[in-house]
T-cell receptor
Framework: TQLLEQSPQFLSIQEGENLTVYCNSSSVFSSLQWYRQEPGEGPVLLVTVVTGGEVKKLKRLTFQFGDARKDSSLHITAAQPGDTGLYLCAGARAAGNKLTFGGGTRVLVKP | NAGVMQNPRHLVRRRGQEARLRCSPMKGHSHVYWYRQLPEEGLKFMVYLQKENIIDESGMPKERFSAEFPKEGPSILRIQQVVRGDSAAYFC????????????????FGAGSRLTVL
């Protein structure tokens, strides 16, 4: 049983379309992070959110942390082929504790 | 400022052999984490170490797996008597003593070591 459930597991869209990836849990997290991983490489941190209701923007990427700090979403506007990759959410239950990862969402943006 | 260095990047072992995976954390980072990733899946936590100390090994299999982070040198994940099910990518990550977000650790990952057991 995944502590963090990501949906969808796979998403294939055309360049220019928008997409949203969800990360849900029944547990409260002190912070939640989003990573992107490309084939043959390690995950690279995109953002960390710590406050319930927090919204962070990183160019065309918008990250939201739920008010109850149990869920998060990642929205990409006008996706580009360079956005292709495995998107992972990861939560920490307490400051300094280990990160628990979701199962990942594989995004394919076709030109 | 080198990132997290893992070696070897690829390792092939026959069933019953030993696998040793090494991880040098980023300069200034004193916390090391090991994760395992199966194809098309997320990362599963294995162990969290500081220098000469295992903090959390709740994700480590009870047998055949061990990890250390000595005072000098890299962290090592050791798998004895490997089986086919051990085939996976093993990622190491490091973090500073105190993260910038209210203490929440921000992990920097290495590129991983891919173990194939024949």
């Amino acid at each position: 049983t995944q502590l963090l459930e990501q949906s969808p597991q796979f998403l294939s869209i055309q360049e220019g379309e928008n997409l949203t990836v969800y990360c849900n849990s029944s547990s409260v997290f002190s912070s939640l992070q989003w990573y992107r991983q490309e084939p043959g490489e390690g995950p690279v941190l995109l953002v960390t959110v710590v406050t319930g209701g927090e919204v962070k923007k990183l160019k065309r990427l918008t990250f939201q942390f739920g008010d109850a700090r149990k869920d998060s979403s990642l929205h990409i506007t006008a996706a580009q082929p360079g956005d292709t990759g495995l998107y992972l959410c990861a939560g920490a239950r307490a400051a300094g504790n280990k990160l628990t990862f979701g199962g990942g969402t594989r995004v394919l943006v076709k030109p | 400022n080198a990132g997290v260095m893992q070696n070897p990047r690829h390792l092939v072992r026959r069933r019953g052999q030993e696998a040793r995976l090494r991880c040098s954390p980023m300069k200034g980072h004193s916390h090391v984490y090991w994760y395992r990733q199966l194809p098309e899946e997320g990362l599963k936590f294995m162990v969290y170490l500081q220098k000469e100390n295992i903090i959390d090994e709740s994700g480590m299999p009870k047998e055949r797996f061990s990890a250390e982070f000595p005072k000098e040198g890299p962290s090592i994940l050791r798998i004895q008597q490997v089986v086919r099910g051990d085939s996976a990518a093993y990622f190491c990550a490091s973090s500073p003593r105190q993260g910038p977000y209210g203490g929440a650790n921000v992990l920097t990952f290495g590129a991983g070591s891919r173990l194939t057991v024949l």
